[in-house]
């Protein structure tokens, strides 16, 4: 194997480099990570080099074989603004991907380098691309954590005219980062596509403007719409409400609701963003979404509710709030009501709460057992001799 090209790029040697080339070096050699000497040149060498190189022959698009990296993408991820230019003057293709699913463009974002986010634009890299694993350029640069590049994203993305539609993921990423500025820019962007897509046609007619989005469809003002970007779902049917609420994100779950989104929206299991907020004892997110035209009892798909999960974890502040918007204590589960599985557990505030909203203590299961029973199965003895004496059943346990 003749690596000549290589070692003299890896040593810096340029006019060795170019000797080699004058002797006709095979172009095409790997070294043994799978480099062609240009992609090699992209990550250690310089602009001349690269020059050199391509105007001896070498194919600007050659990738590594072992994860498809081209030189472009190299030259981007590692910030050489000047071997990415020279790389796109000699036609690099600007929107290839890696074996990943990955561009220029999201390894410039990953790698934070604003300035070849710039430069990569101008030659039109594709702002919708994503990955396989469905992340955009604004999807990675908010997941590295380098929400300071979203605003240059976003704004570029305002400039070509196109839409937030169907990019689940950059929101419920930001949802996650809590980046409550950039989510707002991210639904005014909505807004804006929504506003933006019917033009004047020649006859003076409303006519459609093709618009490109994430998976290539043209959305109508509707889809394009914030709302409709707040009611995205990643690839587990949760709407980005539903995320917010289960982290407890209260800034960001106010602003999804003054976007429109769907309070009583359901993921694959059936869970509701009341459902996770109440589950993780979110008082002040559940308070909210209360104010809200929601639906109190709604079920799961294993048909748990909103008060059954806030019960059973033990958050009493959750269930006062819950309880006096009207939630249904009469929940029964395989024969066992919400009164008996708190009681298994010991919550004995929650039991008193229950109990002071009608729970009935002498109603048994298919077993024959009570509330009482379950709490002095499960070791809380003061508790099951309260229960029992309210349901009338305390016997001194003789």
């Known amino acids: 194997m003749n690596l000549t090209l290589h070692h003299a790029i890896l040593a810096g040697d340029t006019a060795r480099l170019s000797s080699e080339l004058a002797l006709g070096a095979d172009l095409t050699v790997l070294d043994h990570q799978g480099n062609p000497a240009l992609v090699l040149a992209a990550e250690d060498g310089t602009g001349l080099m690269i020059q050199l190189l391509v105007a001896a022959g ?102 070509r005219g196109l839409s937030l539609q169907s990019d689940e993921k950059a929101l419920l990423l930001a949802i996650a980062n809590n980046a409550v500025e950039l989510i707002d820019k991210m639904m005014e962007l909505g807004a804006r596509a929504a506003e933006s897509i019917h033009i004047k046609g020649k006859g003076g007619d409303l006519v459609d403007r093709t618009t490109t989005t994430i998976r290539g469809t043209i959305p109508s003002p509707k889809r394009a719409s914030a709302k409709s970007v707040a009611n995205s779902r990643n ?45 993780n004892g979110h008082t002040e997110t559940v308070e909210h979404l209360l104010l809200s035209r929601i639906d109190v009892n709604l079920k799961s798909v294993e048909g748990w509710t909103a008060l059954a999960f806030a019960a059973i974890q033990g958050h009493s502040g959750a269930v006062e709030l819950l309880i006096a918007q009207g939630a249904n204590i009469e929940f029964r589960r395989k024969g066992s009501t919400l009164l008996m599985m708190v009681a298994s557990r010991g919550h004995t505030q929650i039991v008193e709460q229950l109990l002071s909203v009608g729970a009935d203590p002498a109603t048994q299961d298919y077993e024959g057992e009570t509330a009482g029973t379950y709490a002095r199965k499960a070791g809380h003895l003061e508790l099951a001799r309260q229960l029992d004496i309210q349901s009338g059943s305390f016997d001194g346990y003789k």
Request: proline share 2%; net charge negative.
């Open 58 to 159: 070498a194919d600007t698009n050659a990738p590594r074989t072992t994860d498809g990296k081209t030189a472009l993408m190299s030259a981007s991820e590692r910030g050489f603004i000047n071997e990415v230019r020279v790389l796109l003057e000699c036609d690099a293709d600007v929107n290839a991907s890696d074996f990943q699913g990955r561009t220029a463009l999201m390894f410039a974002a990953i790698g934070r380098n604003t300035d070849v986010i710039e430069v990569l634009l101008d030659f039109m890299a594709d702002l919708m691309a994503q990955d396989h694993e469905g992340l955009s350029t604004l999807a990675h640069s908010i997941n590295a954590g380098h929400t300071d590049l979203s605003p240059l994203i976003l704004r570029k993305l305002s400039d």
């Open 235 to 279: 690839s587990a049917g949760q709407t980005a409400l539903i995320v917010a609420a289960s982290k407890g994100e209260f800034e960001s779950v106010k602003k999804l609701l003054r976007l429109g989104a769907d309070v009583n929206a359901k993921d694959f299991k059936g869970f509701t963003p009341l459902m996770m907020a109440a589950a």
